[in-house]
């Protein structure tokens, strides 16, 4: 399962087990970042689900991929583990003991598609060849700088991290093409 909530938070609330149990979702152990790939399962109180005051259920959880500290491995990583869960016949979805936090299972979504990574340019720096015009050789030399490898290493905060290198790039060209 992956976490994401249309038009939600970047990052979206986690919490200890047993204090949601006596507080509910009033104090987060922390936070999660939309994206994260999550093994669910279910947390058994007294023989009932755990859920808020208002019966949504909230799950256990593994993380399987945290976009915030993924490499390009991560997508391996999550093919190998959904394909391998895919063919599981287990008798319950029970939580073992290890399972410390849990999440609104509202915020889940069935999602199959493994995380990617844009793959990063040669790193060589230079102009490149087969350009239609000065603009599209700009962009592909940015796409295949150093620069755009060193932003792509993550799959949160991509955003920022492409306008820093861009700013850089530009820096460092700023007598190979006109302003």
């Not at 987060?28 to 949504?56: E, F, H, M, N, Y």
């Not at 008798?91 to 849990?102: E, K, Q, S, T, Y």
């Not at 999602?111 to 990574?117: C, D, G, H, S």
């Not at 720096?125 to 620069?147: A, C, P, W, Y």
Request: charged share 25%; net charge positive; glycine share 8%.
């Amino acid at each position: 399962m992956t976490l994401y909530e249309f038009n939600g938070k970047r990052d979206l609330p986690y919490y200890k087990v047993e204090s949601f149990r006596e507080q509910g979702p009033s104090s987060p152990a922390g936070t999660l970042a939309q994206g994260t790939s999550l093994i669910p399962c279910l947390v058994i109180r007294d023989g009932q689900a755990l859920t808020d005051k208002k019966g949504t259920p909230y799950v256990g959880f593994r993380i399987l991929v945290d976009p915030r500290r993924a490499t390009p491995t991560a997508t391996d990583k999550f093919k190998r583990t959904f394909a391998q869960r895919k063919s599981m016949r287990v008798a319950n979805h029970h939580c073992d003991g290890r399972v410390r936090h849990v999440i609104n299972v509202r915020q889940l979504y069935a999602l199959n598609k493994a995380p990617f990574f844009d793959p990063p340019g040669s790193g060589r720096t230079g102009r490149v060849q087969g350009t239609r015009n000065e603009l599209d050789q700009i962009i592909r030399t940015f796409h295949n700088s150093s620069h755009c490898a060193a932003a792509n290493r993550k799959l949160v905060g991509r955003r920022q991290a492409l306008n820093s290198a861009w700013g850089r790039f530009i820096a460092d060209n700023r007598h190979t093409w006109p302003e």
